[in-house]
């Protein structure tokens, strides 16, 4: 059983910053790719980052040039650092691995809330 917890969501001002972390644990075969997404009240859940196991990074273009994903391949960890927080990045996040082979899991979400 695969698990994944995330952690880092919260409160913050516009313009803040936060950064999300969510450690895979459980019976792991090898990650491939490792993302983060979220869902906004009303709104179809969007990728927001992954990271191939090689290190590329794709991003969507609302969050481009103020969130960095990175992982650490060795703790089975994704983090996503967000920077220049608006509003309109209000929203639960999601962490998603896809291991070698396609299965695929996905964490249970944080709530990240950008309000003054």
């Known amino acids: 059983q695969v698990q994944l917890v995330e952690s880092g969501g919260g409160l913050v001002q516009p313009g803040g910053s936060l950064r999300l972390s969510c450690a895979v644990s459980g019976s792991i075969f090898a990650i491939n790719t490792m993302g983060w997404y979220r869902q906004a009240p009303g709104k179809q859940r969007e990728l927001v980052a992954d990271?191939?196991?090689?290190?590329?990074?794709n991003y969507a273009d609302s969050v481009k040039g103020r969130f960095t994903i990175s992982r650490d391949n060795v703790k089975n960890t994704v983090y996503l650092q967000m920077n220049s927080l608006k509003p309109e990045d209000t929203a639960v996040y999601y962490c998603?691995?896809?291991?070698?082979?396609?299965?695929?899991?996905w964490g249970q979400g944080t709530q990240v809330t950008v309000s003054s």
């Open positions: 998603r691995v896809v291991f070698v082979g396609g299965r695929n899991s």
């Open positions: 990271i191939a196991r090689g290190g590329s990074a």
